[in-house]
């Protein structure tokens, strides 16, 4: 089981009712249609120390399961490993560091199917990047989902779908 240890992160997102839940660190940030800001809808849930966390495949994984049902509009979700805390969110003030956010959503909101590899590439050197990894040695998993299509890099929540 020691092999399949991991974090475990979900959204479930309808048109005005989304379910989210979460064993262990990492985060999950989403945008509603009415606040157009992101906020954090679990904080990461670590252990006694830096880089301990709770795992799925713990016997107790239960009691360290995080779940909320919201009634909103969500937007926009990006899911993260333990790796891109430090850079997605501020541990100051306790909530998602929006210029963070600002700065990888408009490439998916503008992103046709075609599209879609690039898109990933481009992701995957920008984690890879040096001035990514002199902040994180940890993983960098990021799961980014619109429903805002968007010709200019202004968002405009009012046309989700």
């Known amino acids: 089981m020691r092999d399949y240890a991991c974090t475990?992160?979900?959204a479930?997102?309808?048109?005005n009712r989304a379910v989210f839940f979460q064993v262990g660190d990492g985060?999950?940030?989403?945008a509603d249609a009415e606040e157009r800001t992101y906020g954090?809808?679990?904080w990461p849930d670590q252990g006694e120390y830096?880089?301990?966390?709770?795992f799925a495949t713990d016997r107790r994984f239960a009691t360290k399961l995080q779940f909320t049902s919201v009634r909103r509009n969500i937007v926009e979700?990006?899911?993260?490993?333990d790796g891109l805390q430090r850079l997605a969110l501020d541990f100051r003030k306790s909530m998602p560091h929006e210029p963070f956010f600002r700065g990888v959503f408009p490439a998916v909101r503008k992103m046709a199917n075609e599209t879609a590899e690039q898109l990933n590439q481009a992701l995957s050197?920008?984690?890879?990047?040096p001035r990514i990894n002199a902040r994180t040695d940890d993983d960098k998993t990021l799961v980014l989902a619109s429903r805002v299509w968007e010709t200019n890099a202004v968002p405009e929540y009012a046309n989700a779908k």
């Open 8 to 10: 475990l992160l979900a």
């Open 12 to 15: 479930i997102v309808g048109e």
């Open 27 to 30: 985060s999950i940030v989403a």
């Open 40 to 42: 954090h809808i679990f």
């Open 50 to 54: 830096e880089n301990a966390t709770f």
């Open 77 to 81: 979700v990006a899911m993260f490993s």
């Open 125 to 129: 050197s920008f984690l890879a990047s």
